[in-house]
Nanobody, 128 residues
Framework: QVQLVESGGRLVQAGGSLRLSCAVS????????MGWFRQAPGKEREFVAA????????YYADSVKGRFTVSRDNAKRTVYLQMNNLNPEDTAVYYC?????????????????????WGRGTQVTVSS
């Protein structure tokens, strides 16, 4: 069974930085596409970033391009989300997600339906 555990969320001032981590159990992490989503109160869950297993290529939502960086460390079975220049609109619960299918093409990176395993989330609050 695959388990995902996020960490690193906290209260930070606008303009600050945070690095979120997602530790993943599971024997085949090297073949998992990994994603980050977020959900603010009263809003739907939205795509933030993803990283492909086959080539490490990152994908980003327009709202975070140039500010956030997604990366993975296969040896540590961990995915990271480096968040810089945070603003209050980034306040949300951030979720890590895994696509354990092993797909290397045709992945709808921005759709929650593309992922079959989810963590419980970590709260990020950005104060103005």
């Amino acid at each position: 069974q695959v388990q995902l555990v996020e960490s690193g969320g906290r209260l930070v001032q606008a303009g600050g930085s945070l690095r979120l981590s997602c530790a993943v159990s599971g024997r085949f992490f090297n073949r998992y596409n990994m994603g980050w989503f977020r959900q603010a109160p009263g809003k739907e869950r939205e795509f933030v970033a993803a990283v492909a297993w086959i080539d490490g290529k990152p994908y980003y939502a327009d709202s975070v391009k140039g500010r956030f960086t997604v990366s993975r460390d296969n040896a540590k079975r961990t995915v990271y989300l480096q968040m810089n220049n945070l603003n209050p609109e980034d306040t949300a619960v951030y979720y890590c997600a895994a696509d354990s299918s092993g797909r290397s093409a045709g992945v709808a990176w921005g759709s929650p339906n593309a992922y079959d395993e989810w963590g419980r989330g970590t709260q990020v609050t950005v104060s103005s």
